[in-house]
């Protein structure tokens, strides 16, 4: 009977400790789950289309759908088709343009950069006696894309104000370099009465092309109411001898095909000055 009691006297301590563990544990555990739980992920919100998408600007074909009567590439589908050349005046290769165009009756357009207009006003004043339609190429020739809004207003004021003392009017057309423009660009000159003319046939000479070449270029993409693009000046060490040997037969050649050769403003019907 003390053997007994001895061994309960043992273990009643050790059960109220146990007792009070296990309590202890299970008061916590619900404390933990019921009073401040684990909170779940958090949810994901299906994006928006252009939640997670960087603003990305118009291209220019989404430009020229949204200002079809500013922003131009071609004409309507007449038989007409007008040559263009940009980057003029160049005395290594404008002058040789402006006696084939002479020798053959036909008037072109010519985009002009201020600074050569600068550089060499004799054939610039050439290119306007002899009939042919002028647009700005801008001053210096910087891809507009680089160019803030004033920059941009900047380069065309700019080849306006060399341009004018020679041929006394603004050109209504602006051809980018390069044919890039933004939409902020854009609307600056369609509330300035500018309009701009890129092109839908590329002859490549930039590139330095042979004859063959410019030519192929040229009548395997010729349409009614095509605009041109070809080269009259370049920079250093540029070799547009292809576009000069080439032109006499494009002129024939769409001449033959019932083509009538005029000048932007004619092909477009828009006035050569704002």
């Known amino acids: 009977m003390k053997r007994l009691s001895f061994y309960i006297f043992i273990l009643l301590p050790c059960i109220a400790i146990i007792s009070a563990l296990i309590s202890t544990n299970l008061s916590d555990a619900f404390y933990k789950n019921h009073t401040n739980p684990e909170q779940p992920a958090a949810i994901q ?3 928006s289309p252009n939640a997670s998408s960087e603003h990305h600007p ?23 088709v007008a040559l263009t050349f940009d980057d003029v005046p160049d005395p290594r290769f404008t002058p040789q343009i402006l006696d084939i165009l002479k020798s053959h009756g036909v008037t072109a357009t010519f985009f002009v950069n201020g600074h050569r207009i600068a550089k060499y006003p004799d054939i610039f004043r050439r290119i306007h006696e002899e009939g042919h339609a002028i647009g700005n190429h801008s001053y210096s020739h ?10 941009f207003v900047n380069e065309i004021q700019r080849t306006e104000q060399a341009a004018y003392p ?35 046939v590329d ?45 006499p037969e494009v002129i024939t050649r769409l001449q033959a095909l019932g083509y009538e050769l005029v000048t932007v403003p004619e092909l477009l019907g828009i006035s050569l000055e704002k």
């Open 45 to 47: 919100k299906p994006d």
């Open 58 to 80: 118009p291209t220019l074909g989404q430009l020229r759908k949204k200002y079809s009567h500013y922003f131009l590439t071609n004409g309507p589908r007449v038989n007409k």
């Open 203 to 247: 002859s490549l000479d930039w590139k330095g092309l042979g004859k063959n070449e410019v030519i192929q270029n040229i009548m395997s993409d010729i349409r009614p109411g095509a605009i041109v693009l070809q080269h009259g000046g370049g920079g250093v060490g540029s070799d547009l001898s292809g576009t000069i040997q080439a032109l």
């Open 142 to 151: 910087p891809n507009f894309n680089r160019l803030t809004v004033p920059e």
């Open 166 to 200: 020679i041929i006394e009017y603004y050109p209504k057309m602006i051809r980018p370099p390069y044919g890039e423009i933004t939409e902020e660009q854009l609307k600056w000159a369609v509330d300035h009465s500018y309009r701009i003319v890129n092109w839908n």
